[in-house]
């Protein structure tokens, strides 16, 4: 039997630990021993669980227990999560996450502190909710590069846009929906803004390039400013504005972006919808590869937290072990120098626009998409003087 311990009891941590207890006898079945939940950290108490009598509320009874070689910590947010995890590795105990916050602040120096003590640390639930992509990019492209990442990496955003695309709703109606169904949270700040997928996109990063982006250095834009008429034009033309995060290399330095993007009828994340999330990745010589699923809730990320556990117990305790750095000065592109298509809707004469940006392609009254692709940097500076003036960047 494999005693292991869960940093958390909130939505994940309880649907993990439902989903180790439906599973008892198949993953018994398939590791050759059980599993048993032990220890449960949390400041509240749960009476009426069935994990009642696991609840212990002092962290120092799960490091200094000798049986416990793997903890799960589903605690959300930067501390005492990150102190917790750097401790119970320091202890020679693996711990698997859900934590993006962390893995994306601190994973650097925790994956080399887990290395040095032959455990490891595994965030297979940190992005794409219970979509497998962590491991897979950690194992299924090493005879090749990867050189785009586009992600719709946020159900709650994903949520809201598609509202306001197939219902005709504004940005604060879907939003009060969303919470209304509790897909966002009373304070959407975090995915709203952006920068819930902007931590996702700097650990894809890390994981395709070997080097991870600080996420404040990365430029990050919301929803909130996207207007219901923008997304009314371009669902008329079969296209679809979805919050991405991206990478693409130019001079084989990665460049990376969070911002609204148009996808257009054919491309494959036109129609990830509703809470659902999709990644595409484009490696050479493999060329395209999606990845598509629930992004978040209870079960989807629970299965991925469950799968990092089982998947230690199977090959080890040590068998988890990318290696990335943090990023330094040159090592990536400024976010001003990511190119793109862009989507532009102004008053201004079509003449007197294609006089700027080259050939467009009209998609409804004073809207066009551009033919030819700009830098951030030299797509302001080509607005700069046109007045009110609507624009998204195209994938």
């Known amino acids: ?44 108490d749960f009476p009426n669980s069935p994990f009642a009598d696991r609840i212990v509320h002092d962290f120092n009874v799960i490091q200094n227990d000798p049986e416990i070689a793997l903890i799960a910590e589903m605690m959300g947010g930067e501390h005492p999560a990150y102190d917790y995890t750097k401790a119970l590795l320091l202890r020679g105990k693996s711990v698997v996450t859900s934590n993006k916050a962390v893995v994306a602040a601190f994973g650097v120096e925790l994956l080399e502190i887990a290395r040095q003590n032959h455990v490891s640390y595994a965030f297979e639930a940190s992005v794409g909710g219970g979509i497998p992509i962590i491991r897979p990019m950690t194992t299924d492209f090493l005879s090749g590069q990867i050189q785009t990442i586009a992600g719709i990496l946020n159900g709650t955003t994903n949520y809201i846009l598609t509202q306001m695309k197939d219902c005709g709703k504004t940005y604060a109606d879907a939003l009060a929906e969303a919470q209304s169904k509790g897909y966002a949270e009373k304070d959407p700040t975090a995915d709203v803004g952006g920068f819930d997928t ?63 993007f148009v996808c257009s009828e054919k491309h494959p994340l036109n129609n990830v919808n509703d809470v659902f999330n999709g990644i595409l990745i484009h490696a050479d010589p493999l060329g395209d590869t999606m990845f598509y699923g629930r992004g978040a809730g209870a079960d989807p990320t629970a299965s991925a937290v469950a799968n990092d556990i089982l998947s230690l117990i ?35 004469p079509k003449e007197a626009l294609t006089a700027r ?26 607005i700069k003087d046109v007045g009110q003036i609507s624009t998204l960047r195209i994938l």
């Open 1 to 44: 039997m494999i005693q292991i311990a869960l940093l958390g009891f909130g939505v994940v941590g309880a649907g993990t630990a439902a989903l180790l207890r439906k599973h008892e006898a198949l993953i018994a079945a398939r590791l050759g021993q059980s599993v048993r939940i032990k220890y449960i950290l949390d400041l509240r």
């Open 314 to 348: 199977r090959d080890g305790m040590d068998s988890f072990a990318p290696t990335f750095v943090s990023a330094r000065p040159g090592d990536l592109l400024p976010s001003q120098d990511f190119t793109a298509r862009r989507y532009i809707r102004t008053a201004m």
């Open 198 to 260: 902007c931590r996702k996109l700097c650990i894809l990063t890390a994981l395709a390039t070997g080097i991870l982006p600080q996420y404040t250095e990365v430029h990050t834009e919301g929803i909130a400013a996207i207007s219901a008429e923008d997304v009314r034009i371009l669902a008329h033309a079969g296209c679809a504005v979805k919050l991405l995060g991206v990478m693409q290399t130019q001079n084989g330095k990665p460049c990376c972006i969070t911002a609204p």
């Open 357 to 382: 940006f080259g050939d467009l392609h009209a998609v409804g009254d004073d809207a066009y998409c551009t033919a030819a692709a700009f830098s951030d940097s030299a797509f302001a500076a080509l």
